[in-house]
């Protein structure tokens, strides 16, 4: 039992390797053919991850945090099956004030969804993300206050129809995630 | 006391697992889509695309759905495409799909919630973008 473990977490280490593994290849496949679209590439990957890492590191404290003290009643109670209308508002609003990238909360979902979080919440968390706070100045600014808010009301209530519409497909519920539980 | 630490100490474990497994293939979809879009960047895109047709609001889904980047910049090539233009369902389509929907984020969330709810969170996000689109365009076309 203790060697199957011993051999199963590097094997996981190795595999979780390959994919980004298989992109360097192609990088370097790129930069044969075309050198400056490889620099270039490599530029935006130098910025898009200074621009994730603080997204990050947040991210994994508050997924500390939440192994520590949240525990499968607690998330029942609030993102659960019987968590009803606070779950859903809970779950916008969190969207909401989320920042950072999307890919940067997939994490946290993931250990959220393991304790119980329910799917559709997860969907309409991740619809109202569209609305961006710190950016509907900007928005104001480009496409008129008009356009801001009706954006802004149109998000709030498709996210609830996305994630009612993932509640709809059948199974998605029990589906099997990867190896991060 | 011991049974604080020994909380602790579990919490870290599962955090550092998350963390071993979660990383690697974040870092290969960032360096997937860096290369994809320094290869075709989403302005040429819609430069090649007919943005002006019927299927305006689904192709501007499609190209918020493959670009990537901070939503700045779906802003600012949206206020291009408008001024070029370009209906509002179509740069409505392109801003909220843009943030919603990860075609190159696609393995991690994969791997992190499940093939199956990745796929079709996807999918059903990416047909609301571009209802979003259709329904932002109507309400403003009825506001006046």
């Given at each position: 039992m203790g060697a199957t473990r011993g051999t199963a977490v590097p094997r996981k280490i190795i595999g979780a390797w390959l994919f980004p593994a298989a992109v360097a290849a192609l990088y370097a496949a790129t930069a044969l053919f075309s050198p400056a679209i490889a620099a270039q590439a490599l530029k935006s990957f130098g910025a898009l991850l200074a621009n994730i890492t603080p997204a990050m590191v947040l991210v994994f404290c508050l997924i500390f945090l939440t192994n520590l003290f949240i525990d499968r009643r607690w998330l029942a109670r609030h993102?659960?099956?019987?968590?009803?209308v606070r779950g859903w508002v809970f779950a916008i609003v969190a969207g909401i004030l989320s920042a950072g990238p999307?890919?940067?909360w997939y994490p946290l979902l993931g250990d959220l969804k393991a304790k119980g979080m329910r799917g559709e919440l997860i969907a309409a968390f991740l619809y109202a993300r569209a609305l961006k706070l710190p950016l509907l100045p900007l928005m104001v600014q480009y496409f008129g206050m008009a356009f801001t808010v009706t954006l802004s009301l149109c998000i709030i209530v498709f996210s609830v129809i996305s994630g009612l519409l993932v509640k709809a497909i059948p199974g998605i519920e029990d589906a099997d995630a990867g190896g991060n539980r | 006391m011991m049974e604080q630490d020994s909380k602790a100490s579990r919490a870290a474990k599962q955090t550092a697992a998350m963390v071993v497994g979660t990383v690697p293939i974040i870092i290969g979809v960032l360096a997937l889509t860096s290369l994809v879009t320094a290869a075709v960047p989403p302005q040429t895109i819609c430069d090649l695309l007919?943005?002006?047709?019927?299927l305006a609001p689904f192709l501007g889904g499609l190209v918020g759905s493959i670009a990537a980047g901070h939503p700045v910049v779906s802003y600012v090539l949206a206020g291009e495409l408008q001024a070029a233009g370009v209906g509002l369902a179509t740069t409505t389509a392109l801003i909220v799909s843009w943030v919603t929907v990860g075609i190159f984020h696609l393995p991690v969330e994969a791997a992190i919630l499940g093939a199956r709810f990745a796929i079709w969170r996807n999918v059903i996000c990416f047909v609301l973008a571009i209802a979003t689109g259709y329904a932002v365009a109507f309400l403003m076309l009825v506001g006046g």
């Open positions: 993102l659960g099956k019987t968590s009803g999307l890919y940067a | 007919p943005m002006e047709s019927l």
